[in-house]
């Protein structure tokens, strides 16, 4: 049977996607390989395992393949056009779409077919060049409060939502105490974020009584987002439903954290209080900082952890990064002391 170099030769070259001439850019990320292909783009799963996925067996692949199809529809209507099979058959490779199966070949692996998007359109993209309106986030928030009504709500207890925030930490400080890597904020970010989180357990545990927990998107980031008209929202993390078990509030959070790591920390504060206003909901200050420093730490320790690979891409920018989560972390957990203080949870 081919093996995954004969399967990324056949899917780099144009010919299998019938075409002769037509250039196929080829971008790898932690988990996939994505091939750009005129208007398309065909999504390949890596058949890695980590704590939390395994797309390590073809029938995982594909059900996880149909997952990123049937969820992504939700906030990208459009975007995400089916799967593909890449089959083997007399000795060749060849891309038949799940609506013309089944075929006489045998099927090696599976593919998500996607409309492709311009970068330039990508809310990252319009932070960098300065491009962002009223208009935009007006927009955003009215596709995010729809999205997030119609999301069905999770029936968590207070115990199981904070036990969420609990879970990772000692994970972040395996990682980000590793001595090799010399970070010299993270003891102090972790030792401020656990103090604070004591602090506001009974914050996260009334969110999770009055139902504010949903099934909602999961890895909601400025370079998912596509300012279009409508706006679309791309990626949702398919492959792990616990991940997906958020509140708005902490979703938005995270996407201002990575708004204000791009050059726009205004961002997040309107989008937060857009959003307040559209679900007729209005998150405590001090939940929204808590809600931050979580994130922070998260991503500090997912930076790093890109160098305990035995090959990292780019290692040099990796302990930067998570430098500046950390300092993020530091300030958030400040800001959620100062609110709690001062009696404005």
């Not at 790093?304 to 690979?309: F, G, P």
């Amino acid at each position: 049977m081919p093996d995954i170099e004969a399967k990324l030769r056949f899917l780099r070259s144009p010919h299998a996607y019938g075409q002769s001439s037509t250039a196929v850019d080829c971008i790898e990320t932690h988990m996939s390989w994505l091939f750009l292909v005129g208007t398309r783009v065909f999504k390949l799963k890596k058949a890695v395992c980590f704590p939390f996925l395994d797309f390590t067996t073809l029938k995982a692949r594909e059900f996880y393949c149909q997952e990123e199809v049937r969820l992504n529809v939700r906030l990208a209507p459009g975007v995400y056009l089916g799967v593909v099979a890449l089959q083997w058959h007399d000795g060749a490779f060849t891309l038949v779409p799940g609506a013309q199966l089944p075929a006489p070949g045998e099927t090696q692996d599976w593919l998500v077919l996607m409309r492709r998007l311009p970068l330039h359109q990508t809310l990252l993209h319009r932070i960098h060049n300065h491009h962002v309106n009223d208009g935009d986030l007006e927009a955003l928030v009215r596709l995010l409060g729809a999205f997030y009504k119609g999301a069905p709500p999770m029936a968590l207890d207070g115990a199981s939502y904070v036990s969420q925030f609990q879970h990772p930490q000692p994970t972040n400080r395996g990682v980000l105490l590793h001595p090799p890597f010399q970070l010299p904020d993270a003891a102090q970010a972790m030792d401020r974020f656990d103090a604070a989180l004591a602090q506001g357990a009974d914050l996260l545990r009334a969110r999770a009584s009055h139902q504010r927990i949903v099934d909602g998107h999961g890895d909601l980031r400025p370079d998912h987002i596509f300012l279009r008209h409508p706006p679309v929202v791309i990626d949702c993390l398919e492959f792990n439903a616990a991940l997906r078990q958020v509140d708005p509030f902490d979703e938005l959070a995270y996407l201002g954290l990575e708004c204000d790591m791009a050059g726009a920390p205004w961002i997040g504060p309107r989008l937060i209080q857009g959003l307040a206003r559209a679900l007729r909901d209005q998150p405590p200050p001090a939940l929204v900082h808590l809600y931050t420093a979580h994130r922070a730490l998260l991503r500090a320790r997912l930076a790093v952890a890109h160098l305990l690979d035995p090959h990292p891409r780019t290692p040099e920018t990796w302990l930067p990064l998570a430098e500046r989560y950390l300092q993020r972390a530091l300030a958030a957990t400040e800001a959620f002391t100062s609110s709690m203080r001062h009696g404005w949870p």
